[in-house]
Nanobody
Framework: QGRLVESGGGLVQPGGSLRLSCSASGFTMAYYNIGWFRQAPGKEREGLSCISLSGGSLNYADSVKGRFTISRDNAKNTVYLQMNDLKPEDTAVYYC?????????????WGQGTQVTVST
């Protein structure tokens, strides 16, 4: 059974940067749009970004537009999320999944998540 595995989370100070990685196991990621999502304690899961099969089409949530950048390397079966200018409100568990670009919704291959904490 295919799955996605997130990595790269951690503790960072406000204004700092992190790069998350999402790697595929057991299936070919190149056949799917892949996106990033997050869920903070007590809040609903939020779609952040989604990238098309070839990487030519992208979408971002307003909350991260201009600060986060999604990219993919199909040869490495990996999707990345570069996060800059991090804010305390970015603290959450970050997930990747197969996604729908237009609606920023995930529908399959959910990973276990990686914790991102933005704090002094």
């Amino acid at each position: 059974q295919g799955r996605l595995v997130e990595s790269g989370g951690g503790l960072v100070q406000p204004g700092g940067s992190l790069r998350l990685s999402c790697s595929a196991s057991g299936f070919t990621m190149a056949y799917y749009n892949i996106g990033w999502f997050r869920q903070a304690p007590g809040k609903e899961r939020e779609g952040l970004s989604c990238i098309s099969l070839s990487g030519g089409s992208l979408n971002y949530a307003d909350s991260v537009k201009g600060r986060f950048t999604i990219s993919r390397d199909n040869a490495k079966n990996t999707v990345y999320l570069q996060m800059n200018d991090l804010k305390p409100e970015d603290t959450a568990v970050y997930y990747c999944a197969a996604c729908v670009i237009a609606t920023l919704t995930g529908f399959d291959y959910w990973g276990q998540g990686t914790q991102v904490t933005v704090s002094t």
